[in-house]
């Protein structure tokens, strides 16, 4: 990836959060990849995005390791999102974010973590963008690691001279 950083990276002293302005190809990106404590997980996630709601445009991907399941689809169980992740998601809807993956593929049940102790899947690992930039990006994959009980997910991006590839391990 030809990325160029523009400015000096913005991140919280525990390490939940980090924002880079930069460059792909001369066209303006901002990643902000955020880590969210597993509990409380969407009460962070809505105050964080709330915090930098001036610094997140249509240029932004935010990449996290959510610690939770946006929707019932993104757990093999199929048991429903309790009133804290559903408030997380109106904030997302109110600020016109929405989960690339989900988007591209609503009826899709792939999963970005397995844990083997209770034999659970779900899709706590997500890649969120404005509803505006959605055509910029051409592929979203899951990708199995075998190194972690994390998969990685692979975005693919329309870069006006040619595409790019944005990995989250």
């Known amino acids: 990836i030809d990325f160029k950083a523009k400015q000096q990276k913005k991140k919280d002293k525990k390490g939940h959060y980090t924002m880079i302005k930069g ?3 001369k066209e303006d990106i901002i990643t902000l990849n955020i880590y969210a404590p597993n509990t409380r997980a969407p009460r962070f996630i809505k105050q964080l995005l709330l915090e930098l709601r001036k610094e997140i445009d249509t240029n932004t ?3 996290e390791d959510f610690n939770l399941p946006l929707t019932a689809l993104d757990r093999l169980s199929r048991q429903r999102v309790n009133k804290e992740t559903l408030n997380l998601n109106c904030t997302l809807e109110q ?6 993956y989900k988007t591209i593929y609503p009826r899709a049940a ?6 083997s102790m209770h034999v659970t899947l779900s899709k706590i690992d997500h890649m969120i963008a404005h509803k505006i930039s959605l055509n910029t990006f051409s592929k979203i994959k899951i990708m199995s ?4 009980d ?10 006006k001279r040619n595409p ?6």
């Open 95 to 100: 600020m016109d974010l929405t989960d690339i």
């Open 110 to 115: 792939e999963y970005t973590f397995f844990l």
């Open 150 to 159: 994390h998969s990685r997910i692979k975005l693919e991006i329309n870069s």
């Open 23 to 25: 460059s792909i190809q």
């Open 61 to 63: 991907i935010i990449v």
């Open 145 to 148: 690691s075998t190194f972690s």
């Open 164 to 169: 790019q590839t944005y990995t989250n391990t």
